[in-house]
């Protein structure tokens, strides 16, 4: 067996790793490590007047992983923008033509012997997207382009490299989640994501009054009000686009993670205790591929842990120094009665707040009175705020909405939107009690009014219905990602890494979406 002794004799020949365990085994239960007045393991007691030591104490052999651990998510967790058809663009307005009608099928195809029917012709559209430009700033040490950062084996990279590839995750991930959200009525700087080109969601009055009410085509989009997604469902979504005048073939349905859990469940008990086993079951999941039969085939169901934005407020601003410079008392919440709003999208279902007002502006019984909270979050180009904190009572049932005034007359200059997390009704002021609820823009001129009328529920996220086809959706994409140093003004080396391009989505009636959806079970 190798000793202590026998390694200074090695000359730099290999030593068989069983053998230096074996060593490190002895380092540590023979106590050679140990300097008299103690030492951490790696990090002996330095020699000189006081320490005590009367030796040198040597290092216990450190182990070296060949592989990177990571604490958060991986590139492989980034489904919708892998599976979106990538369109390279030489411009920064991209124009495509759409074909919206072959020809009139209102025409009678008959004519008599000799005859000639009524001229048909098609019926195009032109649309185009604006491409936005994405970037992660990065910044490491000379000394760490200089050295192995981690040491050998496969991680053995250099600083650039090791923080490039962080880096390259990070925007990847931040873009999943933009291709969901994103809204340029949030900030111009801000592509629309798919949630936005699906549903139309629009901010009302000219950003006076912004409510987060959705104004989809009704033809596409179903609000699930809290209840989960079915396998009868997704097949009726799957029809109903493959049907005229849509004319869609979904090729994917893609969905947040606890809603998959609750369907592969749902899959594995039909599968397994169904009364006739041998029948066909509408949601299948065969070979790790959940999937549900469609009009062409079955459609998969994809798993997306990026799909909805990060749920809990920050803890702090980024940077250290709020960039927003709203005041910590700048946000007031108001109770809001069923009067200045229009008709409610939702009829009353006892546990919401959208149940007080049914379509007609009746009140509705409800059991929703009490105690409401929010978290403001500041966002601009230079980072965001810490986020401010507020409540609202809401001691009778004719309410049905909030009315959030954020005094930032000031500020509207600097600050482009706001997100908006909001507690479960009489959930206690703790930080895992807010969730992400919508984002607003901030006003031009004038405080900020938004009005939160409870159109996305928590616990729910949407589940979306696709044919990412090139005829249908795409990435357009200008230039390859890239690295761009930046001027070094230090003993670091700034540089950003570069993503220019935005989703596309051409035609929306071939694509469904349903909304507040259940999470889980």
């Known amino acids: 067996m190798l000793t202590l002794e026998g390694l200074h004799g090695l000359g730099g020949a290999q ?42 104490t040597p290092l216990i052999p450190q182990s070296i992983q060949t592989v990177l651990d990571s604490a958060t998510f991986t590139e492989s967790m980034v489904k919708f923008f892998r599976m979106l058809p990538k369109v390279p663009v030489g411009s920064t307005v991209h124009e495509a033509i759409v074909m919206n009608e072959h020809g009139s099928l209102h025409l009678d195809p008959f004519i008599s012997e000799g005859g000639k029917n009524v001229r048909s012709s098609a019926d195009y559209s032109r649309k185009t997207v604006n491409v936005k430009y994405l970037a992660e700033l990065r910044e490491i040490t000379d000394v760490a382009t200089m050295v192995n950062t981690v040491g050998g084996g496969s991680v053995s990279k250099q600083g650039l490299a090791l923080e490039t590839q962080a880096g390259t995750t990070s925007i990847l991930g931040k873009l999943e989640r933009s291709l969901f959200w994103a809204d340029s009525g949030s900030s111009d700087i801000h592509f629309d994501g798919i949630w936005k080109q699906l549903t139309q969601t629009t901010f009302v009055g000219a950003n006076q009054t912004v409510s987060p009410k959705v104004g989809a085509n009704s033809n596409n989009y179903e609000d699930l009000q809290g209840s989960a997604v079915t396998s009868d469902k997704l097949m009726e979504a799957l029809y109903r686009v493959y049907a005229a005048p849509n004319y869609g073939t979904p090729t994917s349905i893609l969905v947040e993670p606890r809603t998959y859990a609750s369907l592969q469940s749902l899959a594995f008990s039909k599968a397994r205790w169904g009364l006739d086993a041998g029948a066909p079951q509408p949601i299948t999941l065969y070979n790790g591929v959940l999937s549900v039969a469609g009009p062409t085939g079955a459609v998969p169901i994809i798993s997306c842990p990026l ?7 920050p803890t702090a601003s980024v940077p250290a120094v709020d960039p927003t410079g709203l005041a910590a008392g700048g946000v007031a919440v108001l ?96 930080a895992g009690n807010y969730k992400w609820a919508f984002d607003a823009p901030a006003k031009a001129g004038g405080d900020t009014i938004i009005i939160d009328d409870f159109s996305r529920l928590p616990g729910t996220a949407p589940v979306f219905v696709l044919q990412a086809t090139p005829d249908v959706m795409s990435w357009v994409q200008l230039l390859d990602f890239l690295r761009r140093p930046l001027a070094q003004t230090s003993t670091s080396v700034p540089f950003l890494l570069m993503l220019f391009g935005s989703p596309f989505v051409k035609v929306p009636t071939k694509n469904f979406v349903f909304g507040n959806a259940k999470l889980g079970v």
């Open 15 to 56: 030593v068989p790793v069983r053998e230096l365990v074996e060593l490190n085994k002895a380092l540590q239960t023979q106590g050679l490590y140990k300097a008299t007045g103690g030492a951490n393991a790696g990090h002996p007691a330095a020699m000189g007047l006081g320490t005590g030591a009367a030796d040198f």
């Open 307 to 313: 799909l909805l934005p990060p749920q809990t407020p």
């Open 335 to 430: 109770e809001l009665a069923a009067g200045p709003l229009a008709a409610s999208d939702y009829a009353g279902n006892g546990s919401n707040m959208q149940g007080l007002v049914d379509g007609v502006g009746t009140a509705v019984a409800d059991s929703t009175a009490g105690t409401y909270r929010y978290k403001i979050v500041a966002v601009n180009a230079s980072g965001h705020g810490a986020a401010t904190t507020t409540k609202s009572d809401d001691a009778d049932n004719n309410t049905r909405a909030f009315k959030i005034t954020i005094t930032d007359n000031a500020l509207t200059k600097t600050n482009l939107y706001y997100r908006v997390y909001r507690t479960g009704k009489n959930e206690a002021d703790v």
